[in-house]
């Protein structure tokens, strides 16, 4: 049986606008395990940000919990959670995330700066800013490391933003909507990139997604439509 990676029982989410709760999440259960790419498939506004944002513990649920490899996280505290986010999880979101004061090179390096920091990784610098170069080999973007984030396209810098996400080598790479502002080429690149270097680094891949073709590269679909989860076709 591969590893379960993270599991949320019963996520219940609302935000409150006032007078009425707007119910997001109803009881919502999902669990993707090692080596599983899944796609989390609805229309804008259904959830899945929000969703990601808990799996992610940038937020927390109203009811529910999640688990990461059969701890409870989303209960901890910030700096323990802070600490699960920096170790065990990569993140690729829908906008540009690289810091702009930053080369591609340091951005790659980032989450190794901040584990190195926090006296969490047995790593040196050097270490991670080869490992940084060795992903950004692997893509085709090491011409590109002094750069600034500025000075390169769309399609490089979410490329390069998955390198970061991988930096730390993950358990799992959560991604969101990550292709939403980039033209179908340069989209089907970075799905191309991320199911490779997911399945190459052993790193699961939890996807939200709008659009029904980007799918076929998961290796699981689950529905999402009013508040909770469906199974989906597994291709
Ligand atoms: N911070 C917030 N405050 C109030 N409502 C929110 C907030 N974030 C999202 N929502 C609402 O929650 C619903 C789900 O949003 P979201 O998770 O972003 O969906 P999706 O990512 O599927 O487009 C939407 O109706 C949205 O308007
Ligand atoms: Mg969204």
Redesign the pocket.
């Known amino acids: 049986m591969p590893e379960l990676i993270l599991a949320a029982k019963n996520l219940r989410k609302s935000y409150d606008l006032g007078e009425a709760a707007v119910p997001v999440l109803k009881g919502l259960d999902f669990s993707v395990s090692a080596g599983e790419f899944v796609a989390v498939l609805g229309p804008s506004g259904c959830g899945?940000?929000t969703l990601l944002n808990i799996l992610g513990l940038m937020d927390a649920p109203n009811e529910g919990e999640v688990l990461f490899r059969g701890s409870p996280v989303s209960s901890m505290d910030e700096s323990a959670r802070a600490r699960v986010r920096n170790e065990g999880l990569g993140f690729l979101f829908q906008f540009d995330s690289l810091l702009p004061e930053f080369t591609i090179l340091e951005n790659v390096v980032m989450p190794a700066r901040i584990a190195i920091a926090c006296g969490r990784s047995r790593e040196t610098l050097t270490q991670a800013q080869e490992q940084a170069l060795s992903l950004l080999r692997e893509l085709g973007l090491e011409r590109l490391r002094d750069r600034f984030p500025v000075q390169t396209s769309g399609g490089e810098r979410q490329r390069a933003a998955l390198c970061r996400a991988l930096i730390n080598r993950p358990a799992l790479i959560l991604a969101?909507?990550p292709t939403g502002n980039l033209d179908r080429k340069n989209g089907e690149k970075v799905f191309d990139d991320l199911k490779a270097l997911a399945s190459q680094n052993g790193t699961a891949v939890v996807m939200?997604t709008h659009n029904e073709a980007a799918c076929r590269w998961a290796s699981r679909t689950v529905h999402m439509s009013d508040g909770i989860l469906g199974s989906g076709l597994d291709f």
């Open positions: 899945k940000s969101d909507e939200a």
